[in-house]
């Protein structure tokens, strides 16, 4: 009886034992698995952290890199703006030059015309001018008898005497 009482108690220890390793390792397998998900949930929290550190990064370069672009855009817009205006200005002088230009121009027709009207009128003036000359001393001529050389040779020595005189 003793060696079967020994073999029951035996087998009540292995049984205990084999039971005792089990919930152990039951236990053990628990508390892995919680610390497991403690980690996964530890890595999820991370990884969130990460995504929203991230996007906010990702953001702030962003609103940077707008803001940067904007600011180009403004200067670049105040750049077109000023050679509009300086264009604008220029197309206004060009113009006011031309305008200025064509009135001198017509001006200057007009005076042109009125330049050869007063030459043509001359011309006609000194050819009628001749043409009394002329018949003057075609007058002169018959009336005093001589000719024109003759004429001039006698002033010639008329005032060659008077100069004498002098």
């Known amino acids: 009886m003793n060696i079967i009482f020994i073999a029951g108690l035996l087998a009540i220890g292995i049984i205990i034992g084999v039971l005792s390793v089990i919930l152990i390792n039951k236990h053990k397998e628990n508390h892995a698995k919680q610390n497991a998900k403690e980690i996964l949930e530890e890595a999820e929290r991370n ?20 803001f940067q672009l904007q600011k180009q855009l403004k200067h670049r817009e105040a750049e077109i703006s000023k050679n509009e205006d300086r264009i604008r200005r220029r197309e206004k002088e060009l113009r006011r030059q031309d305008d200025s230009l064509k009135e001198r121009e017509s001006t200057l027709r007009k005076q042109q015309k009125q330049i050869d009207q007063t030459q043509g009128r001359i011309s006609e003036q000194e050819k009628k001018a001749r043409e009394i000359v002329n018949q003057q001393i075609e007058r002169l001529e018959s009336l005093s008898g001589l000719n024109r050389d003759e004429a001039k040779k006698q002033l010639l020595e008329f005032v060659s005497h008077q100069s004498s005189k002098i």
Do not use: G, H, P, T
């Open 47 to 66: 990884v969130k952290k990460l995504e929203r550190d991230a996007y906010i990064n990702a953001k702030e370069k962003f609103q940077k890199e707008r």
